[in-house]
């Protein structure tokens, strides 16, 4: 059973920068999570998307947007690169919620940023 | 706002030595508090879902609780392979994103 995969693994970008990570979610999953994870902190939501469209949105800036495709994997893209977008980038997938019920997110790995 | 506090930020423990790690937690219509662990420069991985308070949920070495205002993980005779940062994360009502705490990073030495 395949799980979260993302790439790239590592990313070194300028500031000022455009930058694109990838996301492909467990097998089974048609909603995808993404968090950013500074050091020494825990994630912090992004935004999710199900049924190709984003469906809730954490507090981040307009330079972070988001993509779905078709077969559920998705993109995440952040402009105009600054310093402080350095940080581990955590995809998560899930089920999408039904009937009210919840359910458990999964992580990938990690792409790790790195902005200079 | 809705927060999440873990405590203690670090703890040592000898091998077999049991203890618990606590997140309290403030948050309207709690429908789910979560448990990961992570590995350094890794993922979250998940290890329970609670859902009302209390609920208890186990693991091998690891127990879960939950009341309506904090979350245990005890851990009972823990081994080094244990160590790792534990993750403590809530869900409320009408939302999908999960509100997480800092974490407290678990080191077992043999």
């Known amino acids: 059973d395949a799980g979260v995969t993302q790439s790239p693994t590592h990313l070194i970008k300028t500031r000022g920068q455009q930058v694109t990570l990838r996301c492909s979610p467990k097998?089974?999953?048609?909603?995808v999570s993404w968090y950013q994870q500074a050091l020494g902190q825990g994630p912090q939501f992004i935004f999710q998307?199900?049924?190709?469209?984003?469906?809730q949105r954490g507090n981040f800036p307009d330079r972070f947007s988001g993509h779905q495709f078709p077969n559920y994997s998705s993109e995440l893209n952040v402009n105009a690169l600054l310093l402080g977008d350095s940080a581990l980038y955590l995809c998560?997938?899930?089920?999408?919620?039904?009937?009210?019920?919840?359910?458990?997110?999964?992580f990938g790995p990690g792409t790790r940023l790195t902005v200079t | 706002e809705d927060q999440v506090t873990q405590s203690p930020e670090a703890l040592r423990l000898q091998e077999g030595e049991s203890s618990s790690l606590n997140c309290s937690y403030t948050?309207?219509?709690?429908?789910?508090l979560f448990w990961y662990r992570q590995d350094p420069g890794k993922g979250p991985e998940f290890l329970f879902t609670?859902?009302?308070a209390g609920e208890e949920k186990e693991k091998e070495r690891l127990k879960a609780t939950l009341t309506k205002k904090e979350s245990f993980l005890h851990i009972t005779a823990p081994k080094p392979e244990d160590s790792a940062t534990y993750l403590c994360?809530?869900?409320?009502?009408?939302?999908?994103?999960?509100?997480f705490g800092k974490g407290t990073k678990l080191t077992v030495n043999p």
């Open positions: 998560a997938s899930s089920l999408a919620p039904r009937k009210g019920r919840a359910y458990e997110q999964y």
């Open positions: 097998s089974g999953h048609d909603t």
């Open positions: 998307y199900y049924e190709e469209e984003e469906r």
């Open positions: 948050v309207s219509g709690l429908r789910g």
């Open positions: 609670l859902y009302s």
């Open positions: 994360a809530v869900r409320k009502g009408g939302s999908e994103k999960l509100v």
